[in-house]
């Protein structure tokens, strides 16, 4: 079975980074599509970006493309959310997700439903 434990979380201004980690600890085996989703209280989850472990294909949604990067350290089992040009709106839980069958990162990547393992989220709260 699978643990993810996220780290990297917490508060910056505007304009600002941080770096989001995830590590995926017990049985872990490659080729999975891993993912990152935001949630703020009262709202749905929604997708950030994704990747797959095979071959480091990404895929992001728009709200962050050209400001985040994911990547993925296969050696350590850790995958890596890079955040820039922070924005309030990006302020949210932040969590890590991991596909249990093995394949690329499908179409529907953005939905919580394809995910079959989570952690328990890191906070980020971007100040004006």
């Known amino acids: 079975r699978v643990q993810l434990e996220e780290s990297g979380g917490g508060s910056v201004q505007a304009g600002g980074s941080l770096r989001l980690s995830c590590a995926a600890l017990g049985s872990f085996y490659s080729n999975r599509c891993m993912g990152w989703f935001r949630q703020v209280p009262g709202k749905q989850r929604e997708a950030v970006a994704s990747i797959y472990t095979g071959d480091s294909t990404t895929l992001y949604a728009d709200l962050v493309r050209g400001r985040f990067i994911v990547s993925i350290d296969s050696i350590k089992i850790t995958m890596y959310l890079q955040m820039n040009s922070l924005e309030p709106e990006d302020t949210a839980m932040y969590f890590c997700?991991?596909?249990?069958?093995?394949?690329?990162?499908?179409?529907?990547?953005?939905?919580?439903?394809?995910?079959?393992?989570w952690g328990q989220g890191t906070q980020v709260t971007v100040s004006s």
């Open positions: 997700a991991l596909v249990d069958r093995p394949g690329v990162c499908p179409a529907n990547w953005y939905s919580e439903a394809l995910y079959d393992y």
